[in-house]
């Protein structure tokens, strides 16, 4: 490295994710089952949105830990950026 630029020297990226689910509360069978698949579904379809995140958090990552520019607002300002591209 230049002794004239800037650098990362350690990355840590953090995902934090919460999923809400809706519940139902019914007597029905009927309606019961049906919701069941319905949010068997759901979980399947959300859970991909979480393995999406954690898989563009991870690139993030990967992406600045190399980073060196000419100054530390050009780092600052390209790592923001690579960040915000991946999201």
């Avoid at 490295?1 to 009927?30: F, G, K, Q």
Wanted: aromatic share 6%.
């Amino acid at each position: 490295y230049d002794a004239n630029s800037c650098w990362i020297t350690d990355v840590d990226v953090t995902l934090d994710a919460t999923i809400t689910l809706p519940e139902l509360y019914t007597d029905d069978d009927r309606a019961q089952a049906r919701f069941d698949r319905y949010i068997a579904a759901l979980t399947e379809h959300e859970e991909g949105h979480l393995a999406n995140g954690r898989q563009a958090a991870e690139e993030v990552e990967e992406s600045i830990a190399d980073l060196e520019r000419d100054t530390c607002a050009e780092l600052e300002a390209d790592a923001n950026a690579i960040g915000k591209a991946r999201v």
